[in-house]
């Protein structure tokens, strides 16, 4: 159950950080203020892929998958799941924001993260 925990907490937050630095980052007096303001909202945001990856992350390892394979394909689960908030600005008119596909990132970057922090806390020493 270590596994959820990992993936809720790194997940978002490492997500949040990738997200910045694609975006170029933050310019100016007020950067640790916008930083520490958007945390909160970066944090609910990521937990709807964060717990898809998980979930799927789980099932992986209930398949037998082995620790890199099962790196991939929850990566690969983490980028999918980062569009499900795109869908809607996909049909847009005028989107909210730009479609890029290394968008994705933010959310396959945490994945692996969170999969390989969640195996090393769950074996046995």
């Known amino acids: 159950m270590i596994r959820f925990a990992v993936f809720a907490v790194i997940g ?8 910045i630095g694609l975006a170029g980052g933050f310019k100016g007096d007020a950067a640790g203020v916008a930083f520490g303001m958007l945390l909160p ?43 499900l908030f795109m869908v809607e600005n996909y049909f847009e008119i005028e989107p909210l924001f730009p479609f890029r596909y290394d968008w994705g990132l933010i959310g396959a970057i945490p994945a692996v993260i969170c999969s390989f922090v969640a195996e090393k806390l769950e074996i046995p020493v």
């Open 12 to 19: 978002p937050l490492t997500g949040y950080l990738v997200f």
């Open 41 to 83: 909202v970066a944090w609910i945001a990521g937990l709807a892929p964060a717990s898809i990856t998980a979930a799927l992350d789980k099932v992986f390892e209930r398949l037998g998958s082995r620790s890199v394979q099962r790196y991939l394909l929850t990566g690969i689960v983490g980028y999918a799941s980062v569009y």
